[in-house]
């Protein structure tokens, strides 16, 4: 199985280089694993701050670390403006589905996606809610971020999303709720930084 790096980037500020395995890669998009404790360069951030509440100018230093949740199985559909994630415990339960409203480049074996900071938590039996509203309309009309209109279309696609979680539609189906890595899958390497 080949590994991928996707680099998450806000504001034209890279906060997460994470290496990820690639589950199935096909016409409909690519779906990937991210292992609980994989090796991650993380932006070292002020004590207490999310990148979202910082200026976004600002330089942060990329440090190795870890991924620090339970594992991840992340769809990234073809052509769209959005990736759904499964998000698991350390033990392998389903917690839910989070949707990344986002735009994604791939050059090689690296995947950098923009996070449009509005969001989607979904639970596991499909109640859904925005996330991050008040951060995502703040940041919008600014040169870094996205224009009035490049909003309206990131919540567009977040509409046409919800549309799915509501009529338990594929991604939203059950579809890999199940998921277990196999043993034989290795925490991948901590890449190179570019």
Not at 154 to 174: M, Q
Request: net charge negative.
């Amino acid at each position: 199985m080949a590994i991928v790096n996707v680099h998450l980037i806000l504001g034209g500020t890279v906060s997460m280089i994470c290496p990820a395995r690639v589950v199935e890669a096909g016409a409909g998009g690519l779906l990937l694993w991210i292992a609980p404790g994989t090796p991650v360069w993380r932006a070292e951030l002020p004590p207490g701050t999310h990148l979202r509440d910082l200026p976004p100018d600002g330089c942060y230093p990329l440090r190795a670390s870890r991924w620090r949740r339970g594992g991840a199985l992340i769809l990234q559909p073809a052509g769209a403006a959005h990736a759904v994630w499964w998000t698991f415990t350390e033990e392998q339960d389903f917690r839910g589905w989070y949707v990344n409203l986002e735009s994604r480049r791939r050059e090689g074996a690296d995947i950098h996606v923009t996070d449009h900071e509005l969001d989607i938590t979904v639970t596991p039996d499909r109640v859904w809610e925005w996330k991050d509203e008040e951060s995502f309309a703040a940041k919008t009309g600014h040169p870094v971020y996205w224009t009035a209109a490049e909003a309206a279309a990131i919540r567009a696609e977040g509409v046409r999303v919800t549309a799915l979680v509501e009529s338990s539609s594929y991604p939203f189906d059950g579809t890999w709720c199940d998921f277990r890595p196999p043993a034989s899958w290795p925490l991948p390497d901590l890449p190179e930084l570019p």
